[in-house]
């Protein structure tokens, strides 16, 4: 049976540092946009961490939440493209082929997580910044939409490297790269077809839910609500 | 794949690069990494260092076979070479242990950066104007020998300075041995958001002038005094990791984490209870929970040793603090702060962390010794679950000293005839009234080893530029985030793209032919000779078990990405020095009348740029902020309640004055932030550095009052009251906010 992967984010983890923001673009060559076409809406960042403020001071709080694509099994962008270049893998990822994507945008319309990335211009790295570009990754150019492909690139490297050794994968083996990157481990991938996984076993946290659920989405990715201090004053 | 398997592939190739030719120092010092282990497609992971701020993290970089555009001996060519392509941390490494912080994970725009100095310049017009012209490392090297043989042999009055942003292992020891042969020599580092007031208070507390390393994990109680220890203060990668262990990383044992700060910070936005407090008065808060603790006897006041010595009152119980006595001065309930000490008491190990604004006050200094105090009293030192303190090694040469950077900053380095710059930017870190770009501009002769063209550097007369840190040997000696023994070493992760030399080689090249004494005190012909020393007496202290020669330990250091011990060390207090005088309760002082300037300013570390040396980057130029998403700019945080009385709205281009200098800069409504502090985060306001950063945004410390913190002589760059107003109409880039809103400039399209 064909891998099944999937993320579990622990929120009671994450801290918001944004280093899996960082370690997306240096893995996935997404290109910066500059101020002028930022203040436009057109950056673009896989992953985002969201937050939200709750309360007025002084008793404010503040949560953290890291948003990307959700991979979902019921994924709304898929059926809404016309030429077929959002689809669904085989192992469960949300698929983008760029040349076949002629930019309708009709998937970000659909994306209830508002984490597809369209290309307004050709990408520029001003020179030699060109040379930090992944030779994994293609370069997206104007008119095609652009989404987290939980780094489809490292998926496949993986595969091969096991196929080649004759073995199964081990689980942690593969890491995306902000998984990889996250200093407070808050991120977990793995294969959800395979019960003793790290993120199979997290998912079934008590704790876990999925980010606009109730839409029918059904995503890959299950978030660990953040928890509180269950201590006293006299322990 | 395993990297390590990489690892031993690429086996580290510097060590048998060191090339013989001795005659023509450009053969002598660039020196190429072999290429032979490139196989087109297949990525190999080198280890390296991040340099990027103190905490010292370890690398991996994965190295790849590209076509750069070089220029070799004068001619522009392609060439076919292993290039840079994503940092990642090394697994291995005991500080970081394979995690990076967005700021590490951005290093490699350094090494690309397009405004990079490709070879060494020389001052082409008046000083400032930044006109420069090429000019070869030989004739570059000559002009440098020609001032400093001048001072060494008297030729002309004067002294000598070095300024260069924190080192350690070799590169400190040379460069302090380097400066220190000078008759009248000034050796300073720089730093806008250093340590020296931690490293006096736990210097006059516990014995040890050294930042702790804070063992979240093992923590059940962590009281946090201002410092953002998940953002920017002290290691933060190894801070993050003991943070996520703490929470979730022990079944059915979950740590409280407080924070007391007047602005939360991406930090206080983890905590399980934030609690706003007026800025300065941190250390009365700790004093505070430490009375509760002391008078309810859940804790003899006599466990906090020496460090509760230094606290005028403690052994009577800090009568003074009770907490009905000093909750409104501090802007807390009575209640809240009796309930927390309980807690903490109850929870061992507690711990008790302060750092950033809490020691950048005039009474910066107070606050660290009350916080050190009640970490005694928790019994959070030296303990599992407390603060430790890195061991240190031999492996650095002989002892160097070096002066931080304070307000006495310009009259030391007036007295100059040649001053050597690397890595430092004092001229946009320091408050104009230190008169920092004043007292450059007297110097005769300033040359700058840094690899971009800064505020600073745009006034040296002679730019050697080193080369980028992948492309270059490092070593390092982290002083916290470990308890293990810790000394980094990396070889070159690539070949150097443009025309530059390491620094160290310039200054032991330098040395060489000045002669004489320095020459002797510097023996190495290269910087990597100069490590492999230190790595020779480390194998005789401490590495006999590890390896059958020095050759072998010096090999496998390379392989590992440096040295560290098997075991932990319990180092714990080492008594304590009584140099620093108890003396009364402390009171924050500011600068500026209340009444004309209403509000505190609190300018804080940027997430992205830390002190803005990485706001030439444009990956953290596009990162969202993440407190407030903003991306491209400076933003000013204002309380909602205070905005409104101001008649202030989100966006709004607001004006804040000090009594030294006014900023402009969008306004941010944010709900964190006391309604009587205003806000700026420091990295934006360049007025030259690159062409992502120039004239962008606002620089905070452009309007901080000259403040000292007291018995330290650092800035106090929290301790500036400010007015604001609104101004007009302003622009504020935001993730966030675009995702869901047009920004008003689109509505008319």
Known sequence: ?235 | MERRDFLKISAVAGATAALEGCGNPDHQLIRFVPEEDLIPGIATWKPSICTLCPAGCGLLVRTMQGEAEVIRNGQLGLLKMGLAKKLEGNPAHPINQGKLCPRGQAGLQVTYHPDRLKGPLVRNGPRGSGQFREIGWDDAIKQLLSQLSDLQTNKQEGGFAFVTSPLRGQRKTIVDTFAASFKHSARIEFAFFGDNVIRAANAASFGHALPPTVDLGQSNYVISFGADFLGTWNSPVAQSLGFGHMRKGRPGQRAKFVQFEPRISQTGASADEWVPVKPGAEGAVALSLAHVIIAEKLRPAASAGHAGSLIEGWWQGLPDYAPEKIASEVGMKPETIARIAREAAAHDPAVAIVGDAATAQTNGLFNALAVNALNGLLGGVGKPGGILFAPSSSAKGAPTSSQSFTSQFASTVAAAKVLLLFNANPVFAAPAAWGVRAALDKIPFIASFGSFINETSALADLMLPDHSPLESWLDDEPVSGSAKTVVSVAPPAMNPLHNTRAMPDVLLDVAHQLGGDLAKALPWKTYDEAIQTSFTALYKEKGNKTAKDADEFWKNAQERGGWWSAEESKSATAGGSSAVSAGKVKAPQFDGDPGQYPYHFLPFASQMFYDGSLAHLPWMQETPDPLSTVMWGTWVEINPRTAEKLGIKQGDLVEVASQHGKLRAPALLAPGVAPDVIAAPVGQGHENFTRYATGRGANPISILAPAAVEGTGSLAWAATRVKVARVGKGKLILFGGSLTEASPELKHR
């Open chain 1, 1 to 235: 049976m064909a891998h099944q992967w999937g993320m579990v984010i622990d929120l009671d983890r994450c801290n918001g540092c944004e280093a899996c923001v960082a370690a997306c673009h240096a893995e996935n060559n997404i290109s910066t946009v500059g101020d002028e076409q930022a203040a436009l809406s057109r950056a673009k960042h896989w992953i985002r961490v969201e937050r939200y403020y709750e309360g007025e001071f002084p008793d404010v709080s503040v949560k953290f939440m890291p948003v990307l694509c959700q991979q979902c099994d019921a994924a709304p962008c898929e059926p809404v493209c016309p030429t077929f270049a959002s689809y669904h893998t085989s192992e469960g990822l949300n698929g983008q082929v760029y040349n076949r994507c002629i930019g309708t945008r009709y998937c970000a319309n659909a994306c209830p997580y508002v984490v597809r990335y369209f290309n307004f211009f050709n990408p520029v790295w001003d020179k030699p910044l060109h040379l930090q570009l992944n030779p994994d990754v293609s370069v997206r150019e104007v008119g095609v939409m652009e989404k987290c492909t939980f780094c489809v690139q490292r998926i496949k490297a993986g595969e091969v490297q096991a196929a080649a050794e004759k073995r199964e994968l081990k689980d942690g083996e593969i890491q995306p790269a902000c998984v990889q990157s996250c200093p407070t481990k808050a991120m977990v991938f793995g294969d959800l077809s395979d019960p003793e996984s790290e993120a199979s076993r997290l998912a079934g946290s008590s704790r876990g839910t999925k980010l606009l659920g109730e839409v029918g989405t059904r995503p890959r990715i299950t978030y660990l609500q953040r928890d509180s201090w269950h201590g006293s004053e006299n322990a």
